[in-house]
C-alpha cells in the first residue's frame, strides 16, 4: 500500500499567519493517465472531513483562495495563508491513485 | 444540496454482524463511485471501499476485504456496508462520501 507521510505532526500558527503542511508519498502518485490523484481535506472539530484541494491543486467549490496545493511525483504541499479562527482542525491528505487509497496521518493545526 | 445520511450504527457485541445504509439525495446517485471511510475514536481515517455506478467493480482494502461488503441500490439511491464478524478494532465512525462530500457518520460500538 502507499504510505503518506504528513509532517509536522502539529501546527500553531497565529492569526494572520501562513501554514505550510507537506506530505510525502512512498510513491509516484502520478496515475496512468497522467494526472496525479492527491486530495487534501479539513476535518474541523466535531464534523466529517471536508474536501479542500483536489489534485494537487484544485479548489473545492467554495474553498477560499488562501488554501493552495502544490507538488509532484511523491512530495506534495498544503498551503494556508491569512490563517483564520474556522481553519483549525486536522488536516488530511489523500492519494486516490493507487488502490487501496490511502490517508495521511494528519496534521493538527491550531490557532494562538 | 447534496446530502448523505448514514444510518444503522450502535452498539454491537463481537463477532456479529451490522449492515449500515447511507440514503443519497441531491444529486443523479447513478452517476457516481461511491464510497465508505471509517475513523476509530481519537485515530485519523481509513479507506474502506469504493463501488462503481453499476455495481460491477467494488475496491477494499485488502486488511477489510474479508469482514466487509459493499453494495448499493440505484432505485432506492443506497448505498450499503455490509460488516461481519465485527471486533473491538472495527469501533470507529463510519463514514460515506461521494466525490466532494462526506455525511455525518454514524457511530459504530463494538462491545460486549
Known amino acids: 500500500d502507499v504510505v503518506l507521510t504528513q509532517t509536522p505532526v502539529s501546527l500553531l500558527i497565529s492569526l494572520g499567519g501562513q501554514a505550510s503542511i507537506s506530505c510525502r508519498s512512498s510513491q509516484s502518485l502520478v496515475h496512468s493517465n497522467g494526472n496525479t490523484y492527491l486530495h487534501w481535506y479539513l476535518q474541523k472539530p466535531g464534523q466529517s472531513p471536508q474536501l479542500l484541494i483536489y489534485q494537487v491543486s484544485n479548489r473545492f467549490s467554495g474553498i477560499p483562495d488562501r488554501f493552495s496545493g502544490s507538488g509532484s511525483g511523491t512530495d506534495f504541499t498544503l498551503k494556508i495563508s491569512r490563517v483564520e479562527p474556522e481553519d483549525l482542525g486536522v488536516y488530511y491528505c489523500l492519494q486516490r491513485t493507487h488502490n487501496p487509497f490511502t490517508f495521511g496521518s494528519g496534521t493538527k493545526l491550531e490557532i494562538k | 444540496e447534496v446530502k448523505l445520511v448514514e444510518s444503522g450504527g450502535g452498539l454491537v457485541q463481537p463477532g456479529r454482524s451490522l449492515k449500515l445504509s447511507c440514503a443519497a439525495s441531491?444529486?443523479?446517485?447513478?452517476?457516481?463511485?461511491m464510497g465508505w471511510v471509517r475513523q476509530a475514536p481519537g485515530k485519523g481515517l481509513e479507506w474502506i471501499g469504493e463501488i462503481n455506478k453499476d455495481s460491477s467493480t467494488i475496491n477494499y482494502t485488502p486488511s477489510l476485504k474479508d469482514k466487509f461488503t459493499i453494495s448499493r441500490d440505484n432505485a432506492q439511491n443506497t448505498l450499503y456496508l455490509q460488516m461481519s464478524k465485527l471486533g473491538s478494532e472495527d469501533t470507529a465512525i463510519y463514514y460515506c462520501?461521494?466525490?466532494?462530500?462526506w455525511g455525518q457518520g454514524t457511530l459504530v460500538t463494538v462491545s460486549s
Open positions: 462520501a461521494r466525490w466532494g462530500y
Open positions: 441531491g444529486f443523479n446517485f447513478n452517476d457516481y463511485w
